[in-house]
């Protein structure tokens, strides 16, 4: 398995946290000549270029930045990269032609191939940008009143317009816990890692096994509690790896690695359709034939993925 670099995480940008308290200067800032604005349109994003020529974000300024920001539905402060101003613009409101035309001789891709794609921190941005406008298309009424809401501080939080409400509320991440079960045998035979199949995921991949954080737990019961209700293992520890933004739409996936007391497997069929214990020589295996072009065979979640990570750092750790 060769490592790759995970998707959303190299980010450098200054989220201008003083800038977001003066209205009217980020209004002007806007319309400045350095400024940049890119154009989304719902879980999509405009780049130039195609794979193969090093495509980076579209980041109108000038008459084209006035354009889109005419049209859009939202505009975003992201923060300052090398002093110049990043705001995120939401197209979704439109058609997805008329999308296109205001985002000139650009290509639009969903957010998980521009991880891929684009440079680290470039990736970094659609991924907070992404998560960030999802948030305000969905809380455009108040929670307490119904009323509606409107943006403040450059898009870091939303508040009530009601006089008498005035309720303000603020952008989320959801907490999910990812985790690598492997069981170490005490006869000295080799150890085995858990691996599930959900019906959601392309055909004849497994993965790492995964859920949301419940109110009033740490991470480390998540992890206990959600390998236990999808398949019935036991674990008796679970140590922190790593964590990755994951704008889909907007969670922040903690990954463990996890020790297994167990090994009989009993499937919740409701979260899983399979669930398996396999060696490295195996999940090896299956991503020597996950590189060979239309091998209909087992496969593993993509390079750029948490999951990845995980099954890497334990097929090194011999």
Same mark, same amino acid.
């Given at each position: /398995?060769?490592?790759?670099?995970?998707?959303?995480?190299?980010?450098?940008?200054?989220?201008?946290?003083?800038? =977001?308290?003066? &209205?009217? *200067?980020?209004?002007?800032?806007?319309?400045?000549?350095?400024? =940049?604005? @890119?154009?989304?349109?719902?879980?999509?994003?405009?780049?130039?270029?195609?794979?193969?020529?090093?495509?980076?974000?579209?980041?109108?300024?000038?008459?084209?930045?006035?354009? @889109?920001?005419?049209?859009?539905?939202?505009?975003?402060?992201?923060?300052? $990269? &090398?002093?110049?101003?990043?705001? %995120?613009?939401?197209?979704?409101?439109?058609?997805?032609?008329?999308?296109?035309?205001? !985002?000139?001789?650009?290509?639009?891709?969903?957010?998980?191939?521009?991880?891929?794609? +684009?440079?680290?921190?470039?990736? *970094?941005?659609? %991924?907070?940008?992404?998560?960030?406008?999802?948030?305000?298309?969905?809380?455009?009424?108040?929670?307490?009143?119904?009323?509606?809401?409107?943006?403040?501080?450059?898009?870091?939080?939303?508040?009530?317009?009601?006089? *008498?409400?005035?309720?303000?509320?603020?952008?989320?991440?959801?907490?999910?816990?990812?985790?690598?079960? &492997?069981?170490?045998?005490?006869?000295?035979?080799?150890?085995?890692?858990?691996?599930?199949?959900?019906?959601?995921?392309?055909?004849? /991949?497994?993965?790492?096994?995964?859920?949301?954080?419940? #109110?009033?737990?740490? +991470?480390?019961? %998540?992890?206990?509690?959600?390998?236990?209700?999808?398949?019935?293992?036991?674990?008796?520890?679970? $140590?922190?790896?790593?964590?990755?933004?994951?704008?889909? #739409?907007?969670?922040? /996936?903690?990954?463990?690695? !996890?020790?297994?007391?167990?090994?009989?497997?009993?499937?919740?069929?409701?979260?899983?359709?399979?669930?398996?214990?396999?060696?490295?020589?195996?999940? /090896?295996?299956?991503?020597?034939?996950?590189?060979? #072009?239309?091998?209909?065979?087992?496969?593993? #979640?993509? =390079?750029?993925?948490?999951?990845?990570?995980?099954?890497?750092?334990?097929?090194?750790?011999?």
């Amino acid at each position: /398995m060769i490592p790759q670099r995970l998707s959303f995480i190299d980010g450098n940008l200054d989220r201008g946290d003083g800038l =977001r308290r003066d &209205e009217d *200067a980020l209004t002007k800032l806007q319309t400045h000549g350095d400024t =940049r604005i @890119i154009p989304f349109w719902h879980n999509q994003v405009f780049i130039n270029g195609l794979e193969g020529t090093s495509p980076t974000l579209k980041q109108c300024c000038g008459e084209e930045a006035v354009g @889109i920001i005419e049209s859009a539905s939202e505009i975003l402060f992201l923060g300052l $990269n &090398e002093g110049r101003a990043l705001f %995120a613009a939401d197209l979704s409101h439109l058609e997805e032609s008329a999308a296109r035309q205001q !985002a000139i001789g650009a290509t639009l891709i969903g957010l998980r191939q521009g991880g891929v794609l +684009l440079n680290p921190a470039e990736g *970094a941005v659609i %991924a907070y940008a992404g998560s960030l406008l999802h948030w305000h298309r969905h809380n455009r009424y108040c929670g307490s009143c119904g009323e509606k809401t409107e943006h403040r501080q450059g898009g870091r939080a939303r508040c009530c317009t009601h006089p *008498a409400c005035r309720r303000e509320a603020y952008p989320r991440s959801d907490p999910a816990v990812i985790m690598l079960v &492997e069981h170490r045998p005490t006869d000295g035979s080799p150890s085995r890692c858990l691996l599930g199949r959900h019906s959601h995921l392309p055909t004849g /991949m497994y993965s790492t096994l995964a859920g949301f954080v419940e #109110p009033g737990e740490t +991470l480390e019961q %998540a992890v206990t509690r959600e390998v236990f209700e999808e398949t019935g293992i036991h674990i008796k520890k679970a $140590n922190y790896l790593a964590s990755q933004p994951w704008p889909f #739409p907007s969670s922040l /996936m903690v990954g463990f690695l !996890a020790e297994a007391t167990t090994t009989e497997i009993t499937l919740d069929l409701e979260e899983l359709e399979d669930a398996r214990w396999f060696s490295r020589e195996e999940v /090896m295996q299956i991503s020597r034939d996950d590189q060979e #072009p239309g091998a209909e065979t087992l496969r593993l #979640p993509g =390079r750029d993925s948490i999951a990845h990570r995980l099954l890497d750092t334990w097929l090194t750790n011999l």
